[in-house]
Every structure is written in structure tokens, then in C-alpha cells.
């Protein structure tokens, strides 16, 4: 919609006066995509966005399976940039995020980050003979700030988990902009609208009490236009 449009443009806005460089990137709230969202980044010249593999998996008619400690039986399709339309997307591991927000916080931060980099490894074993080069691991967390339950604010875990990658001349940490351009990102057909949470929208929409809230939004919204226009 225009109010979309609209938002997300001075969002870009702010943010290149902030930081002093325009955003190549956006991360929508939930991870939700649809058709119409993507159209929107192209037509706002964002290069890259992201959502959680269960839209691939939806979107691409794919099933990941994972074995009983979550490892992805083949991360292949996982671990490569798509492109809609001209926009590149990335699709994260959904698991990882889990394990960060809600098991690492109870575990020492040396076990942690030795078990996150044991499960990275686990994924390029299983990629060493891959037809590609170069794969890229997106985890990329959905919840509210999970370092508040760890020690000295997650510092010392994500130190250690740095420092073996870092250590690690097989592994690397990018830039999804510079990534995205130096491969050649794997064409999607087509687009399943939804977000992270159940691949759907269910959890704002399509309820009795929501889609009345909404209707009251779109009145309001509707109103403050004409109240503008008499001005």
C-alpha cells in the first residue's frame, strides 16, 4: 500500500542519515514476505532481504529434514542466496536460533560455543561435496533480547564462538551484501506470503477480534487522510 511505501521509504531515509550510507538490506518484522513486499523492496532499490527457511521450504515445495539433535539432513538448498524478481533472498537456519534463545543462556559459555561451532561444522562436512564453492550459514534470531540470561550479557559467549570461527581457516564471516555479489543466487519462481511463525500471517490476522481491530486501523487511517485534505 502507499502507507507502506511510504514508511519504509523514510525509514531508508533516517537510517542513511544516521549511519551515513544507504541500507542495501532490510529485514522486515517477523520475517514476513509475500509477492507484493518483494515487488515493494525492488521498487525502493533494496538489494537483499531475508525470511526463515520454512517459507523456502513452502515457497520451493521443499522439505528440510532434521535428525534428533536438529541437524539438517541436507542443508544443501539452505545454504544459497535466491533471487525474486532482481532481489536476492536469504533464507536462515532455523534451528540455530533456537538453540541462542532459549538453550546456550544455560549452558557455560565455552559448552555453547563449542556446540554451535560443532553444529557449523556438521553443515560444511555435509556440503564437501556440494556442485558450489561457496555456501553461506544465515542465523539470524526472531525473539525478544535473549542475552539478558546470559553471563555478562552474552560478551563472553559470543567472544568464544568468534574467536573459533576466526581461528577456523575455513570458515568466514560476510557481509550479505558482499556475498550476494560475488555468486550467482539460485532463481525463485515464486513467493509463499508468511513469516517465520507457522509459514502464515495467522498469528496478526484472520480472527474475529484482529480483523475488527484492523478495520477500526484502516477507518482511522482513512479518516486522518480526509481530516488532512480539508486542512
Not at 166 to 179: A, H, M, P, R
Request: hydrophobic share 35%; glycine share 2%; proline share 3%.
Amino acid at each position: 500500500s502507499d502507507s507502506a511505501e511510504e514508511q519504509m521509504s523514510e525509514a531508508i531515509t533516517h537510517l542513511e542519515k544516521v549511519f551515513g550510507i544507504k541500507i542495501k538490506g532490510s529485514w522486515l518484522p517477523e520475517m514476513g514476505l509475500s509477492k507484493e513486499v518483494l515487488e515493494l523492496l525492488e521498487k525502493l532499490n533494496i538489494k537483499w532481504t531475508m525470511s526463515d527457511e520454512s517459507i523456502l521450504a513452502k515457497s520451493a515445495n521443499y522439505t528440510f529434514e532434521r535428525d534428533y539433535d536438529g541437524h539438517l539432513e541436507d542443508p544443501y538448498h539452505l545454504m544459497k542466496p535466491y533471487k525474486y524478481n532482481n532481489l536476492a533472498v536469504i533464507f536462515r537456519d532455523s534451528h540455530i536460533p533456537d538453540m541462542i534463545n532459549y538453550e546456550y543462556a544455560n549452558m557455560s559459555s565455552d559448552v555453547a560455543a563449542k556446540d554451535l561451532y560443532d553444529r557449523i561444522k556438521v553443515i560444511q562436512d555435509k556440503l564437501k561435496n556440494s556442485p558450489d564453492e561457496k555456501h553461506i550459514l544465515t542465523i539470524a534470531l526472531d525473539c525478544e533480547n535473549c542475552w539478558s540470561y546470559y553471563s555478562e550479557n552474552g560478551r563472553i559467549f559470543l567472544e568464544k564462538i568468534y574467536s573459533l570461527i576466526e581461528k577456523d581457516n575455513s570458515l568466514e564471516t560476510v557481509l550479505i551484501s558482499d556475498y550476494i555479489e560475488n555468486v550467482k543466487p539460485k532463481p525463485l519462481k515464486k513467493i509463499s506470503a508468511g513469516s517465520w511463525f507457522n509459514k502464515s500471517f495467522k498469528l496478526w490476522i484472520d480472527e474475529p477480534v484482529k480483523n475488527l481491530a484492523w478495520r477500526y486501523l484502516n477507518r482511522v487511517r482513512n479518516d486522518f487522510i480526509e481530516y488532512v485534505k480539508r486542512r
